[in-house]
């Protein structure tokens, strides 16, 4: 995993990268699959950072080969 890499995406551009609905990203938020941040305390926008997508990625693949084998 990148150590230094403070990069925020919004969910647009979350749903771009992963080449993944804006829907798929919002049912992971709800199961608490892929964690974004809040910006501000109450309403600020929601945005899911670089260390988190690796997180994800990294826990997904794991998963998934687990079920394979």
Do not use: D, H
């Not at 995406?9 to 829907?23: C, F, G, N, P, W």
């Not at 798929?24 to 929601?46: C, M, Y």
């Amino acid at each position: 995993m990148s150590e230094q890499n403070n990069e925020l995406y919004t969910i647009q551009e979350l749903a771009r990268k992963m080449k993944v609905s804006t829907k798929q990203l919002r049912a992971w938020k709800r199961r608490g699959v892929l964690r974004p941040i809040r910006l501000e305390r109450i309403s600020g926008p929601l945005k899911y950072s670089q260390q988190e997508l690796e997180r994800f990625i990294e826990e997904y693949t794991i998963n998934k080969c687990k079920e394979n084998t």
